[in-house]
């Protein structure tokens, strides 16, 4: 892996109090870590967000950063708490009350990738765990931190914008006679993570660009916007997941012919986004 534990891609001048993240598209694989793995190379990327880095690149050209990961969600995932160890994969790991996200397998130090496949051969040692956290996971909450704590001081406010893929087979099984089928889906924690208004205003922008929205269902946000959304206190945090068979083949794992035009087609979400956090504190949240 390099020696980066993250990329923030900063705009010449900034213009907003958005900022975008891509926690999930980190795809530095160690070869020690593949080597240590039960999986293929390509299958331990099962779930990564492929790309989406990609997708919101155009970030910085409209006066707001761009934030993405190195490590791979497979290595450690940032969408999780620093204290959310498996026991079932860590050395000296008390076993405590249940946490769904623990016990199936997908806690900071994930046990397994998508369709429940164990990555490790046998568990770690906590100190190999901890060396993951300390190496990726703290130095990119704490860019996040700092670039949020910016925005906020310039514009009165913060708007984390966290951005994510969801699998077309985790659609598939909704919303059977109920219409379309989401093509975004934004998280804000069923309002807890952001005021009603922003995220109105981001549903508003990718509906304005053609594309289907569904709030909070199947996904409503994990660990980060959990933790960064304060809209009480001018903090606001929506994840965002789209559809990866819009832009790419998932079993591949490759950008599709669709590619280029998904991206061209988030330009335009990405501007209207980026105007929200231009605006007064008080004028957004109204």
């Not at 300390?134 to 906020?152: D, K, T, V």
């Not at 501007?271 to 007064?280: L, R, V």
Request: aromatic share 8%; charged share 20%; proline share 7%.
């Amino acid at each position: 892996m390099s020696k980066a534990a993250f990329h923030v891609f900063s705009p010449k001048k900034l213009l907003s109090g958005v900022v975008f993240a891509s926690p999930h598209s980190g795809a530095e694989y160690s070869d020690a870590f593949i080597s240590r793995s039960i999986l293929s190379p390509h299958q331990i990327r099962s779930s990564e967000d492929a790309f989406v880095d990609q997708l919101f690149a155009a970030a910085p050209d409209f006066g707001v950063p761009l934030l993405t990961a190195v490590a791979p969600r497979a290595f450690v995932d940032l969408n999780r708490a620093i204290d959310e160890l498996d026991p079932a994969l860590i050395e000296d790991v008390p076993r405590r009350g249940q946490n769904p996200r623990i016990a199936s397998g997908l806690g900071v130090i994930p046990r397994v990738v998508a369709q429940g496949r164990p990555i490790h051969r046998g568990k770690l040692t906590l100190a190999e765990a901890q060396q993951r956290i300390n190496r990726y996971w703290i130095p990119y909450h704490s860019e996040l931190q700092r670039l949020l704590q910016q925005a906020q001081s310039q514009f009165g406010q913060a708007i984390l914008v966290d951005c994510h893929s969801m699998p077309h087979e985790a659609l598939q099984t909704m919303g059977k006679g109920s219409g379309p089928l989401p093509q975004v889906v934004l998280g804000d924690r069923f309002g807890t993570s952001a005021s009603g208004a922003v995220t109105d205003q981001i549903e508003a922008a990718f509906v304005a660009a053609g594309l289907n929205v569904w709030r909070n269902t199947p996904f409503a946000g994990a660990y980060i916007t959990q933790a960064y959304g304060r809209p009480s206190r001018g903090q606001h945090a929506v994840q965002v997941e789209i559809d990866r068979a819009l832009y790419m083949d998932e079993a591949a794992i490759q950008p599709s012919s669709n590619f280029a035009a998904l991206k061209a087609l988030l330009r335009g979400v990405i501007i209207e986004i980026s105007q929200i956090g231009a605006e007064p504190a008080s004028l957004a949240a109204e």
